[in-house]
């Protein structure tokens, strides 16, 4: 792929609003920016979505960062590629550290895309248009809740997640269906439960919940299986999925009905496409999970979310769900319920370089042998 040069940036910006779960209260988002520029001048960029504190997977905005620059980097320094599949092959003589990879192999996509002047989409075999999108509700009060549901309908949003654990549950959730007998609602537990809280999880059936995500621990296939046996409302995994093995695994053991795919959990867009086809191809539908992610990974999202599979409104949500301002342009919009998949070359997305000089906290370069 002819690299030149690659930078880095670390950015921070503030969250419009909290976003609360029983694990951790974010505030403020720091991330990533990866931008690779091949010898003729073409950039392609990608973003790492670990957050400041290992409380969602084990890696960090740190961890992430020596990865990158010191493994990650020299690795494709000394073995240069000719296609962004390669990458991940490369990568996996390194273990875990997904969120790290996913941030360099995207921006290679990107290149690559543009290098092929072809919508990332079509490079991936995307086929939808525009995809629907649902957006995340998470707050530790039902007042809050409702208020923000009713503001995320008026914008059209499909679909609503909220955040859920032991100690709100079932009240919560019957007093949000009270006040929307249709809506699509999905509930996130973070895995605050165990099987001895079996029998709360049971009482959720009645609410018609389109499914639960992630109600066990975080690394766990087997008790999820056992679980999903006892309960209707569909399993759907999202932590417990790092890898195309831990899919298939999952899917073969019955321990959940739906797999959330996030691109940095997974190391990046080819991992993400191979859970997607064999789930296609076995008839279990995914869609695309969200991080709080700034513009650049938001994009990726909607290129991978226009495969056939993802049949399901993800979180998905627009640049103004999170942020007063994105660092891409335009931003990523809403309308009637769903965002439009871009047609132009790579992400389809500029940088806005004023808002990134805004967010900026520092930046390395590194150079690639001529
Ligand atoms: O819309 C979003 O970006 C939020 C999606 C979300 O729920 C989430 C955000 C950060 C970390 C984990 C999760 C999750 O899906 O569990
Ligand atoms: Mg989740």
Known sequence: MNIAEIELYVIQM???SPFVTHLEAVNDRKGIIVKVTCKDGVSGFGEGVAFSTPWYTEETVTTSLHMLKDILIPLLQKHPIKHPEEASKLFS??????????????????????????????????????????????????????QQIEQYLEQGYQRIKVKINPNQ??????????????LPIMADANSSYSLQDIDRLKALDDLNLMMIEQPLAHDDIIEHAQLQKE????????????????????????????????????GGLYEA?????????????????????????????????????????????????????????????????????????????????????????????FTFPK
Request: overall charge neutral; proline content about 6%; aromatic content about 8%.
């Open 93 to 146: 003589s390194i273990r875990r550290n997904n969120m790290a990879k996913a941030a360099l192999e995207t921006a290679l996509w990107d290149l690559y895309a543009k290098s092929q002047t072809k919508p990332l989409s079509k490079i991936l075999n995307g086929t939808r248009p525009a995809i629907a999108s649902g957006v995340v509700v998470a707050t530790d009060s039902t007042v809050k809740a409702i």
């Open 273 to 365: 496409k191979r859970i997607h086809d064999y789930c296609f191809e076995k008839g279990i539908p995914v869609w695309c999970g969200g991080m709080i992610e700034f513009g650049i990974s938001r994009v990726h999202n909607i290129a991978l979310a226009s495969l056939p599979g993802f049949s399901i409104p993800g979180d998905i949500s627009a640049s103004s769900r999170f942020w007063e301002e994105d660092i891409i342009t335009p931003e990523v919009t809403v309308e009637n319920g769903f965002i439009t998949v871009p047609e132009s070359p790579g992400i389809g997305y500029e940088i806005n370089e004023n808002r990134l000089q805004e967010v900026l906290l520092a930046k390395k370069t």
């Open 14 to 16: 503030p969250l419009k």
């Open 169 to 182: 549950d079932y009240a919560f959730l019957a007093e949000i269906r009270r006040h929307y007998p249709d």
């Open 231 to 266: 309960i209707r409302t569909p399993i759907c995994l999202d932590e417990s999925i790092v890898t195309f093995e831990d899919a298939r695994k999952a899917i073969e053991f019955g321990s959940c009905k739906v797999i959330n795919i996030k691109v940095g959990r997974v």
